[in-house]
């Protein structure tokens, strides 16, 4: 039997340095789960904190750490800010996370929320996804990878073929390879993008450079923009529509990842 770990109602355990708390409270009035805060079950404050592949929390669960691992089960919202954050198991109801890098090889049954700066998914996701990931905005010029403590984060976002998402993506920042599989629309704004998924409805696809693969697949429209020359394999959507890039679309800034996060919500 799976161990039951949650705190119900307004109980909390709290421990930890002050500094956590307030990257904690930042992350929740960014992510709108202020009025929620309440009835959540708040843990972290250490270098590590694990959430144990037979452990279930069933409330929302609030963590902060230099490094987050939810190999279990969270009976409701997962809302975490850390250096590192891996989520590995279930999450039934949103995950809002923030922090250097982000994998996501589990499960979130309704809708993810992610700003970090590189960012893999290889799970599914149920409902919408929107990421803002890290990277160079400008093409040609790579994303630097950088250090958590012993790890190394590659700059970027990353929706591996494995990948999926129920609803819509929206995913924005400075490089993206995105070959997962999206049930609805994607709309792609970065620096540069490389797209190699199935997309069932339509898909936006914005850059200093475009490139689309042979295994692209788009039900609806594809809509692309781009600085540099654009190859489109045959047959990778049924409608194709080319907007010529402004001055402003040409010299992309940088995005607050904090300021687009709110701008959504």
């Keep these: 039997m799976a161990k039951q770990t949650a705190k119900r109602g307004t109980r909390r355990t709290v421990w930890g340095r002050q500094s956590w708390w307030i990257i904690l409270l930042t992350s929740v009035i960014l992510f709108g789960g202020v009025g929620t805060a309440q009835a959540a ?41 850390g ?55 400008f093409s040609g010029v790579p994303g630097f990878p950088f250090r958590i403590g012993q790890r190394t984060i590659q700059q970027g976002v990353q929706l591996t073929s494995n990948a999926s998402v129920g609803n819509d993506a929206y995913i924005v920042g400075g490089q993206g390879d995105l070959a997962g599989t999206v049930k609805r629309n994607l709309f792609s704004s970065m620096g540069s993008v490389t797209f190699g998924g199935k997309v069932d409805g339509s898909a936006q696809l914005y850059g200093q450079s475009v490139t689309v693969r042979s295994t692209s697949k788009v039900g609806g429209v594809l809509r692309y923009s781009s600085t540099s020359a654009v190859v489109l394999p045959p047959s990778v959507a049924k409608t194709v529509q080319e907007a010529k890039p402004t001055i402003n679309e040409a010299t992309p800034v940088q995005p607050n990842f904090g300021w687009t996060l709110l701008t959504w919500l």
């Design 83 to 137: 250096g590192y954050v891996e989520v590995n198991g279930v999450v039934t109801g949103n995950a809002m996370i923030m922090a250097g890098g982000i994998n996501l090889n589990g499960v979130v049954q309704a809708s993810a929320r992610m700003a970090g700066g590189g960012v893999v998914i290889t799970g599914k996701i149920g409902h919408d996804l929107m990421v803002a990931g890290g990277g160079s905005t």
């Design 41 to 81: 079950d708040v843990r972290g404050g250490n270098d590590v904190f694990r959430l144990g592949p037979d452990e279930v929390v069933n409330d929302d669960l609030y963590v902060t750490a230099r490094e987050v691992y939810i190999d279990g089960t969270v009976n409701g919202d997962l809302i975490v800010a």
